[in-house]
């Protein structure tokens, strides 16, 4: 078995300010995914990595950054934060091949003021 | 374009009811279909998964699902719904684009009355 850590739990920020949103895993997974979960929209795809340096843009990545320096962890920034912004970022992981299961961390919540 | 469709975002169902959630797809390829549940104040987890085969499924706690290459679906059914299914579920689609990306539906709410 193996766990996916996210840190913070729980992260507020000011309007502008660059925040980072942190994940690890111990599963050996190759591939990880940084997805952002708001109310009613389900889970959107922010960046994913499919190996350590590597960085794929998903469909919401304008106004973040992310970097996977080593293969256990991928962090996520969000680059100027908007006021009255509030969602949960998910972190997951999975082996790099076609049809395996994604394990998610239990998130952050982020919160703009 | 790619993705996952979801058209109930709520759906309420009687204990002991039967139950079908709907997903469908949109993508040029082959399909590797999933759903995932999240439980109240949990995180995200595996119901079941499809690979290229037998179109019908078996999941966890008596959910099964069936894919349909036809109609681009991959609807989620029960025989007798608990109240513990009470719950939001996803439709997934991974999909190669250099890499596979994983893409979610925008989820279907639960709810079971008694």
């Known amino acids: 078995g193996g766990i996916i850590t996210q840190t913070p739990k729980f992260l507020i920020g000011q309007e502008g300010q660059k925040l980072t949103l942190k994940c690890q895993q111990n599963f050996n997974h190759d591939t990880m995914y940084w997805y952002r979960q708001d109310s009613g929209k389900g889970l959107r795809l922010i960046y994913y990595?499919?190996?350590?340096?590597?960085?794929q843009k998903g469909d919401l990545s304008e106004g973040y950054d992310a970097s996977r320096e080593k293969k256990s962890s991928f962090s996520l920034t969000v680059t100027s934060a908007q006021k009255n912004e509030m969602a949960v970022f998910l972190c997951?992981?999975?082996?790099?091949?076609?049809?395996?299961?994604?394990?998610f961390g239990s998130g952050t919540r982020l919160t703009v003021l | 374009a790619q993705s996952v469709t979801q058209p109930d975002a709520r759906v309420t169902v009687s204990e002991g009811a039967s139950l079908q959630l709907r997903c469908k797809y949109s993508y040029f390829g082959t399909p590797y279909l999933f759903w995932y549940v999240q439980y109240p104040r949990q995180g995200l987890q595996l119901l079941l998964k499809y690979y290229p085969g037998d179109p019908v499924v078996q999941g966890v706690n008596g959910f099964e699902a069936e894919f349909s290459k036809s109609n681009s679906s991959f609807h989620l059914r029960k025989a007798s719904v608990h109240w513990s299914d009470w719950a939001v579920y996803f439709c997934?689609?991974?999909?190669?684009?250099?890499?596979?990306?994983?893409?979610f539906g925008s989820g279907t709410r639960l709810l079971v009355s008694p």
């Open positions: 990595s499919i190996t350590e340096n590597d960085l």
């Open positions: 997951a992981s999975s082996r790099l091949v076609s049809a395996e299961t994604l394990y």
């Open positions: 997934a689609v991974s999909m190669w684009t250099g890499g596979y990306k994983v893409v």
